[in-house]
């Protein structure tokens, strides 16, 4: 397991920008795939954005597409969600998770919850209209 810790998260109004960091404790961290979601309150939690291992591809929900880019850093082991312009419906908690390559999960989608194994505790993200 992974040790995920998150921050950045914050209250700003409608059209700010956040970034939110997830540092993990893993000396292997680029064979971890990592993803993003989130969940508001009353609602399932939901696929913000992943990256796959070694950051070869990048993949969004439909939501936050143009909006949020994910990026890694192997050297730091960290991923970073930097959010544009953020609407209300953006505020929720936001989670990275990291799921490590084997040759099941180089063959699953990274938009599933279900291959991750390991999961920060989240930060919270408000967005004011």
């Known amino acids: 397991q992974v040790h995920l810790v998150e921050s950045g998260g914050g209250l700003v109004q409608a059209g700010a920008s956040l970034r939110l960091s997830c540092a993990a404790s893993?000396?292997?961290?680029?064979?971890?795939?990592m993803g993003w979601f989130r969940q508001a309150p009353g609602n399932e939690r939901e696929f913000v954005a992943a990256?796959?291992?070694?950051?070869?591809?990048?993949y969004y929900a439909d939501a936050v597409k143009g909006r949020f880019t994910i990026s890694r850093d192997d050297a730091k082991n960290t991923v970073d969600l930097q959010m544009n312009s953020l609407k209300p419906e953006d505020t929720a908690v936001y989670s990275c998770a990291a799921a490590q390559f084997s040759p099941w999960t180089a063959t699953q989608s990274l938009r599933e919850s279900s291959i991750y194994t390991s999961w920060g505790q989240g930060t919270q993200v408000t967005v004011s209209s």
């Open positions: 893993e000396r292997t961290f680029g064979n971890y795939a």
């Open positions: 990256i796959s291992f070694h950051g070869a591809n990048t």
